[in-house]
Structure formats: structure tokens, C-alpha cells
């Protein structure tokens, strides 16, 4: 008789995705809108990063989604400041 693993959900993943994605919303809106947005934006990637390196390291869990949650946090980081140099820009341009 063989074990068969049951399917485990990566908790961790899936929450670290949906904050990269809230992130992803706030860094959009930093650029639509206002730039205050990244206040809210880089707290949620922070959180987000390190909720997908916690579902990295778990064990017996799929890594799939802590990795795509990873990759777009950091990439959304990256940008947060870019678009924080550019808004503060075309602020000082209007003035």
C-alpha cells in the first residue's frame, strides 16, 4: 500500500500574494493619483516579502505561489522608488 500525500495549501503564498497585489494597487496608484500612496504601498510589499519567504521555507507545501509572490514584491520595491522620483518631478516641473 502506498501513502499518499494530502494537498496542502501554502497559506503563507497565498497571503503574501494578495499584499504584493494591494502593493501593486498602491504603487498604480501612486502614479495615477497621489504619491502618498507609497506610505501604503511599501509597508504591504515589506509584509509581503517576508510572508513569502516564510512560505519558502515550509515544508511539504507548494512553492509556486510564495515564489510568484516574492518576484513581484521585490520587483514592486524596486519600482516604489522610481515612481517616487518621477512624481516628485513633474511636481517641481508644474510649479
Known amino acids: ?3 499518499v500525500q494530502p494537498r496542502t495549501r501554502n497559506t ?3 497571503v503574501a500574494l494578495a499584499l504584493a497585489a494591494l502593493g501593486g494597487v498602491a504603487v498604480a496608484a501612486a502614479i495615477l493619483l497621489a504619491p502618498a500612496a507609497l506610505y501604503v504601498a511599501l509597508p504591504l510589499l515589506a509584509t509581503a516579502l517576508v510572508l513569502a519567504i ?15 509572490a516574492l518576484v513581484l514584491s521585490v520587483v514592486l520595491a524596486a519600482a516604489a522608488p ?8 513633474f511636481t517641481l516641473i508644474q510649479r
Open 1 to 3: 500500500m502506498t501513502y
Open 12 to 14: 503563507f503564498g497565498n
Open 54 to 68: 516564510i512560505g519558502l521555507t515550509r515544508p511539504f507545501t507548494p512553492k509556486a505561489v510564495a515564489i510568484t
Open 82 to 89: 522610481v515612481v517616487w522620483g518621477v512624481t516628485n518631478i
